[in-house]
């Protein structure tokens, strides 16, 4: 019984330690990790430069300039749309307005609370905000600050992390005690689950936007485009992505439209989108790598909300299936690794994966 007492008080220390780190580190850590995610995406772009000649401080900086279009052109797509969206403001705010009015009327006569009550208690919070409103512009003005901070961060790391990336393989496999073969095995294995991870995220991002601004625009909702792109920028947030990516839509298909049946049409198309992308999108360009199970992703999610917000929501399921490859090398740790995996391997989106493989490969 004592063994096993210092047995569990090792685990838990270790575990608290960990959190503490990774809490406080999180300034660093974020960056630090996205970067390493960055540089094993695109280093077989590094090897193909690499290959046709090219020096390695050229093929480096190719790679990181890349990234960097790839992130002003985002931004500048959202702030494009976020600047014409301004011109409907007045026809949101009045069809806001009767929306409002219908639900003062309606609570009244639901549950006999009385409308100028329901106003007076409305003007309270709208006082309290506006009291705060500078509080709350000083805290986004930091946050973008901090943001862009970090985003330097990342990209001048990536640079280093691919010009010296061979040195940094030949320390994993030094630090390593495993066999030579089955070194190489883990370090294959965990560069492809990051690179699975990050293009099958921007792959089914990109599908999921095309075909969120179809739907929108088909629907009829007023500037489809902005709110596609933060629709499916939202979706790399595994979980809970897929139903915060329907929340603004709704809102505006409701202010915009003077029947509930615009909003209904958004639901059931985003819902019918978000079903072709985690039964067939997400699983066929993944490749099946980040294969975790449901309850140690959804507890690893909310872990990594609390530790490092968003960020961590993102970056903790790759990290733990990369946690998992490890221990699925280890005779002692195998169980544990086994506990993390899905034992539903015949998931229909699994077996469309392989069907659809196997039809290509023919091809």
């Known amino acids: 019984m004592g063994a096993l007492s210092i047995k569990v008080n090792q685990v838990l220390l270790f575990f608290i330690l960990l959190v503490v780190v990774l809490h406080y580190g999180r300034p660093i850590l974020v960056p630090v990790t996205f970067a390493a995610f960055l540089?094993?995406?695109?280093?077989?772009?590094?090897?193909?430069?690499?290959?046709?000649?090219?020096?390695?401080a050229f093929s480096t900086i190719a790679c990181v300039l890349i990234l960097l279009v790839v992130i002003v052109m985002v931004i500048l797509v959202l702030l494009g749309q976020i600047t014409s969206i301004q011109k409907e403001l007045p026809q949101i705010e009045d069809r806001a307005n009767e929306l409002i009015q219908w639900l003062h009327a309606?609570?009244?006569?639901?549950?006999?609370?009385?409308?100028?009550?329901?106003?007076?208690?409305?003007?309270?919070q709208v006082t309290a905000?506006?009291?705060?409103?500078?509080?709350?512009?000083?805290?986004?003005?930091?946050?973008?600050?901090?943001?862009?901070?970090?985003?330097?961060?990342?990209?001048?790391?990536t640079f280093l992390l691919l010009y010296n990336k061979e040195k940094y393989y030949s320390f994993f496999m030094t630090i390593m005690d495993r066999t030579r073969g089955e070194k190489h095995e883990i370090l294959n294995r965990v560069t492809n689950v990051a690179q699975q991870y990050l293009k099958g995220r921007m792959i089914s991002i990109f599908i999921l936007f095309v075909l969120y601004y179809l739907a929108l625009l088909i629907i009829g909702v007023e500037n489809a485009l902005l709110l596609a792109a933060v629709a499916a920028l939202v979706n790399i947030i595994p979980y809970a992505g897929p139903i915060l990516a329907g929340v603004f839509p709704v809102i505006i298909a409701l202010v915009s439209f003077d029947s509930f049946q615009p909003a209904l049409w958004v639901i059931i198309s985003f819902s019918i989108i978000?079903?072709?992308?985690?039964?067939?999108?997400?699983?066929?360009?993944?490749?099946?790598?980040?294969?975790?199970?449901?309850?140690?992703?959804?507890?690893i999610i909310i872990c990594g909300g609390y530790v490092w917000g968003?960020?961590?929501?993102?970056?903790?399921?790759?990290?733990?299936?990369?946690?998992?490859?490890?221990?699925?090398?280890?005779?002692?740790?195998?169980?544990?690794?086994?506990?993390?995996?899905?034992p539903s391997g015949e998931r229909p989106s699994k077996r469309f994966h392989r069907w659809l493989t196997g039809m290509l490969r023919k091809e």
């Open 274 to 299: 978000q079903g072709i992308d985690n039964y067939f999108v997400t699983p066929f360009f993944m490749g099946g790598e980040v294969n975790l199970g449901a309850l140690p992703t959804i507890l």
């Open 129 to 157: 905000a506006g009291n705060s409103s500078a509080s709350y512009l000083m805290a986004v003005l930091t946050g973008a600050t901090g943001l862009l901070v970090q985003a330097i961060i990342t990209l001048v790391v």
């Open 39 to 56: 540089s094993m995406l695109m280093s077989p772009l590094i090897d193909f430069l690499d290959r046709r000649g090219f020096r390695r």
């Open 310 to 342: 968003v960020a961590g929501m993102i970056l903790f399921v790759p990290l733990l299936s990369m946690a998992k490859i490890y221990l699925d090398h280890s005779e002692r740790l195998r169980p544990y690794g086994e506990l993390l995996g899905d």
């Open 106 to 124: 309606y609570v009244e006569n639901r549950f006999d609370f009385p409308i100028d009550v329901q106003e007076k208690y409305l003007q309270e």
